[in-house]
């Protein structure tokens, strides 16, 4: 599945929802359904800056494809890094390096129903994957 096809799923998921608050009860559930890192990943090394909670972010690349994976200290900024982790995992490099991220996030109006610190947080972890992304071109 390509970066839009799976960003499109995603805008329909959040579409189905009629309110805010069932938007997060299903981003608080990806969260927990996750698998998240071993504690020995959770190093400093990858931990991820600018974000209200504790984020971890470890990236990896093979043929071309990038794979994220992700773990939080809390249920809500695991579920956000989750659904980004989700997104740009398993795409090629050149999609996640070029594709608006951070413009789909406002367009869902995830950015817009976040507090401004998990907002800066969110933008800070497309950050990192796009400039990481782009350096492995």
């Known amino acids: 599945m390509t970066l839009q096809e799976k960003m499109n799923t995603l805008r329909a998921t959040f579409e189905s ?5 069932l938007k997060y009860e299903y981003i608080i559930e990806t969260g927990k359904s996750y698998p998240g890192l071993e504690a020995s990943e959770k ?16 990236m990896t690349v093979h043929d071309n494809v990038l794979q ?5 200290d809390s249920l809500v900024a695991k579920g956000i890094a989750t659904l980004i982790a989700t997104l740009c995992s398993d795409v ?3 999609e996640v390096a070029t594709t608006d991220i951070a413009g789909f996030c406002k367009e869902i109006g995830l950015l817009s129903n976040l507090s401004p610190t ?9 950050t990192t994957i796009q ?7």
Do not use: N, Y
């Open 43 to 58: 190093t400093e090394d990858c931990r991820l800056h600018g974000c209200q909670s504790q984020v971890w972010l470890r």
């Open 17 to 21: 929802f009629p309110d805010w608050e």
């Open 68 to 72: 994220v994976r992700v773990d939080a």
């Open 92 to 94: 090629t490099l050149q």
């Open 118 to 126: 998990r907002a800066h947080g969110l933008l800070s972890m497309i």
């Open 131 to 137: 400039k990481f992304a782009s350096q492995q071109i």
